[in-house]
């Protein structure tokens, strides 16, 4: 309803104004929360895609399902290589970006195949 999307708007007025309060290392400290968050998805849909379970997904990978579970938990902080050695072991590639953040384009790119 038109009434509901008013509301959400302005919640999301309400955040971004408390956002524009934070100094540099609690914008930092939201900007490490929210790309744990963006990984925790990216780890669930990834294995969505393929159609698996996490038990499924944790037989693949050589891992407990619980490890699964806890890779697609925001606070999880997986390092980078538990992530590609899961994400190949599901059958992807990965692709690392370093996004130069005043032109916002990649600054160099690093695709990690699956070995063999």
Known sequence: TMRHAE????VLDDIDAYVATLDE??????????AAIDVAILLH???RHRGLSQVAAAELAG???????RFE?????PNLASVV?????????VEV????????EPAAIARLAPAS
């Open 97 to 104: 970006r370093a996004i130069d953040p005043e032109e916002d």
């Open 7 to 10: 509301s959400h708007d302005a």
């Open 63 to 69: 891992l407990r399902q619980q490890a699964v579970s």
């Open 45 to 47: 849909r990834a294995r």
């Open 25 to 34: 290392r609690e914008q930092r400290e939201l900007d490490v929360a929210e």
């Open 85 to 93: 050695a899961y994400l190949h072991a599901l059958g992807y590639a």
């Open 73 to 77: 938990q925001p606070g999880a902080n």
